[in-house]
């Protein structure tokens, strides 16, 4: 499958969910759009007819924060410090110097899908890569890319993914440093780590700024750091201290050290002891604390803590979540099982971790668009789509069953989740 190919599946897709923007209510649920649009343009731009029918529904759920972030040029108040100011940036540096409002809606909706266009074409390198390594053939493993690629795009983000959310940035950075990862590390046939120091830059240098850079953007992405450990393990084991120390563990130490500074040190220095609350959650009496800025307003603001969100009333969200939750966890055993790939460990690990803490400590339903920087569901899924392709229904296994359940319940969200975002109704 060619570059040009995807791009257009691409422009397909979202042409299809734009022309759901368009043709759905132009009354949103919420008025927090109504109220930033009438504090940062005048009544007569806001009243227009594509602005009315159009590029209005566009400035729901989080996208309102980010587009006021990117005028304002920060954070107005505390808690719009949990939305990424590294995406805002990006954006507010792209917008030049005119930041009036429609401007910097239409520029943040072109650089998302660029960015998100571009993050689908890296994993579909990073794929080629990746099962090279596990002896698949040349035509296999198109085939399998050009549907992870193709799963990417038509992702169950849906509507969150067609303007202003910093997902797709955090999926971009994240599959540069895995494919830089991919090109310094080898197996043997054990299945023992082996890393080149020749190729010291490209696992030292380029993966630390990737994932670091994704954990700037996002703070789950810090689960990133879980690929420095496993490999730091692995070579530890096999008795490869020199690259233990010189690639995992300085790698990770750094990358670690940058999230400590920007959500811990540097927060305390401008707000504390003022601010009390979390200044006060000290370690040691280091000017640093053990409780992030970020975390804080997740559980100030959001209710974000463990088991808070396992209430009644939140049933339904858990079901939104389920699809999500049950096929990374298959993916996890299938390739650790069904179809075992050393160089899928340390992202077998990601997975589970990022589920148990998405489980117990978050807002489940959010998988659905946060979950975009770990590529190893759209692998099983795609693998399972090239095998079930050869096979009779009647002869399809638990896992093909799980597959086919999915694709289908994606034909429906897809449609049905973009509606509910132009309509600011929920799941956020």
Known sequence: MSVGQLCLFFAGIKTIQYFIVLVGPTAQFDTSTSLLLE?????????????????NKLVSWDAAYFLK?????????????????????????????????????RTAVALENCVNLAAAILLYWLTSKVFKANTLKLHQRSRLAKKAAMLYIASSGAGFFLGLYSEPLSALLSFSGLIAREYAVSY???????CSVLRWPLYSIISV????????????????????????????????????????????????????????????QE?????????????????????????FIQSH???????????????????IA??????????????????????????????KAFLVILLLFAHVQIINRISSFIPLHLWYIADRLNKSAVTREEDMKGDDKLVKFYILWLIFWIPTQTALFASFLPPA
Not at 271 to 295: A, D
Not at 327 to 351: A, D, E, G, R
């Open 322 to 351: 389920l699809p999500n939750f049950v096929v990374m966890w298959f993916s996890t055993v299938y390739f650790s099982i069904q179809y075992p790939c050393s160089n899928l460990k340390p992202l077998i690990l990601l997975t």
């Open 188 to 194: 043997d046939v054990y299945g023992n780590l082996r």
């Open 69 to 105: 972030c990117v005028i304002v040029g920060g954070p107005e108040f505390e808690h719009e410090r949990a939305f990424s100011q590294v995406w805002c940036q990006i954006v507010r540096f792209f917008c030049g110097n005119n930041f009036e409002l429609y401007h910097v809606l």
């Open 271 to 295: 707000f504390c002891p003022e601010r009390g609350g979390w200044c006060h959650k000290m370690i040691f009496n280091l000017p640093v604390t053990y409780q992030s800025l970020y975390s």
């Open 301 to 319: 603001y959001w209710n974000v803590g463990f088991l808070r969100y396992w209430t009644l009333n939140n049933i339904p969200n858990f079901l």
């Open 39 to 55: 504090r940062f343009s005048h009544h007569s731009q806001v009243q227009s007819w594509w602005n009315t029918r159009f590029w």
């Open 209 to 268: 700024l990737c994932f670091t850079a994704a954990a700037a953007n996002r703070p789950n992405c810090i689960l990133l750091g879980l690929i420095y450990i496993n490999d730091l393990v692995s070579l530890i084991k096999t008795k490869r201290i020199f690259q233990a120390t010189f690639m995992p563990l300085l790698g990770g130490s750094l990358m670690l050290s940058f999230f400590l500074l920007q959500y811990h040190f540097l927060p305390y």
